[in-house]
């Protein structure tokens, strides 16, 4: 018997008698990251990184009954061994590793393998069954390393600040924004932050961040604005908030903008092929270390994934339906 399986709750560990980012109300809610289709609201008791709690409360409300881990912290739950390991995806993500009857089960969340020098790096975590996510499992997904595009982001905003145009670069609130706040040079000018990604950075200071940026308010003269750098989520895109940032341009930092198609249909001046997911390099990378005998795939191009690696590396695969999604250009 396995001892993860989807049910119509989500990844259900029948032994423990606890789920992994359920999608509907459970009692025990293992969570992996903040993001959304990951962690929902209406369970009853959750279990997250200590650096997601913030986040879940900021997202799901304040009463809440969350429990916060650190990561190789183990406990035990019916006899299953559990503890959390660094994903490298956001900020408290984790890679969720199970043991029992001397059977160990990794479900990764979201991750990636090359460090964004924000959250906690990716760590390699050995086991027999491994079930990883492949939101960008094809060829065609071949990232430029982040510095490289961290220095092609600070070239064009100082460009766009000489030529006398407001930068704007969309990604999403938790996770891309902190990312591209870490790298931007802060001696091109100033940087002003949409409320969603100054309320994140706000409940990521409890847990010892610091992001630089100012919170746009009513209180701050648009007009005034030159050459500034302004963050926001890819839901401005096209807004009268954004409108009124003119003039400006405007850039959108996801994995998806290695396809060029994704980028016209967003309408956006550029596009930066900023992602927080492993891209087909790292997917193969991952799933030949962990030296697992039995693959399980989820959200993206699981299926083509899955044959690719039963018949390249001869190791069993299989799909696993769940209900994570993280196809929306730039909210990944
Ligand atoms: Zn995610
Ligand atoms: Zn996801």
Redesign the pocket.
């Known amino acids: 018997m396995s001892l993860l399986t989807v049910n119509e709750n989500g990844l259900y560990c029948k032994q423990g008698d606890f789920y992994i980012d359920p999608w509907r109300p459970v009692k025990i809610a293992l969570i992996?990251?903040?993001?959304s289709?990951?962690m929902r609201w209406g369970m009853q008791h959750y279990i997250c990184h200590h650096h997601t709690v913030p986040i879940l409360k900021l997202r799901l409300g304040g009463e809440q009954s969350v429990q916060g881990v650190h990561y190789h912290e183990s406990f035990d739950i019916n006899g299953v061994c559990i503890s959390f390991h660094p994903a490298g995806?956001?900020i408290g993500?984790a890679q969720i590793r199970l043991a029992y009857n001397g059977e160990v089960w990794v479900f990764t969340?979201?991750y990636k393998l090359e460090s964004d020098g924000v959250s906690e790096p990716f760590e390699l975590v050995t086991c027999d069954h491994f079930i990883s996510?492949c939101t960008f499992g094809l060829p065609i997904y071949q990232f430029p390393g982040h510095a490289k595009v961290y220095s092609d982001i600070n070239a064009w905003w100082r460009s766009n600040a000489q030529e006398g145009f407001n930068t704007v670069l969309y990604g999403?609130s938790?996770?891309k924004a902190q990312n591209i706040l870490a790298h931007v040079d802060q001696s091109i000018g100033e940087i002003y932050l949409h409320g969603a990604v100054a309320n994140v950075n706000e409940v990521l200071s409890d847990a010892g961040y610091d992001f630089p940026g100012i919170r746009m308010s009513s209180g701050i003269d648009r007009p005034k604005m030159e050459g500034a750098l302004i963050i926001a989520p890819p839901s401005a895109n096209d807004s009268p908030w954004v409108k009124k940032l003119k003039p400006y341009r405007e850039a959108m930092c996801s994995g998806w903008m290695q396809l060029r198609g994704a980028r016209r249909r967003r309408s956006v001046d550029k596009g930066f092929p900023l992602s927080?997911?492993c891209d087909w390099n790292q997917l193969n990378t991952a799933v030949q270390n962990t030296g697992a005998s039995h693959i399980y795939l989820t959200h993206g191009y699981e299926a083509n994934f899955a044959r690719w690696v039963s018949e390249r590396y001869n190791i069993r695969s299989s799909v696993l339906q769940t209900l994570?999604n993280?196809e929306m250009e730039g909210e990944?």
């Open positions: 992996t990251h903040g993001h289709d990951h995806h956001i993500s969340g979201d996510e999403y938790l996770g927080d997911h994570y993280d990944e």
